[in-house]
């Protein structure tokens, strides 16, 4: 299972990259992020910064204990559906 440390180093290695910005063009690839995306949108912030904002949101999720994360439960979710319907 993914935590948000995985998410944070995969974050950065897109950002090495270059193709950071395909959490936003490409929702459906990447449904983890999006609900961090979607705090990002309903701010108003331009859409060049929110893969900088959603790195920085996941740095302060990391902080948090585990069971405060609303990643790690996105991500619990996602294993069990894919459990549940074999994806």
């Known amino acids: ?3 948000a440390i995985d ?3 995969e ?3 897109w950002f ?3 193709t ?3 959490i936003v063009s490409m929702p459906v690839q990447r449904p983890e992020y999006q609900h961090l995306v979607k705090l990002c949108k309903d701010a108003k912030i331009k859409p060049d ?3 900088t904002m959603v790195l920085s949101l996941l740095v302060q999720e990391m902080r948090k ?3 405060f994360q609303g990643t790690f439960w996105r991500i619990l979710l996602f294993d069990i559906r ?3 319907y074999g994806f």
């Open 11 to 13: 974050l950065y290695y």
């Open 49 to 51: 910064e929110i893969p």
């Open 7 to 9: 998410l944070v180093r």
């Open 82 to 84: 894919r459990f549940i």
């Open 20 to 22: 950071a910005d395909d």
């Open 1 to 3: 299972m993914k935590s």
């Open 65 to 67: 204990p585990k069971i």
């Open 16 to 18: 090495y990259i270059g």
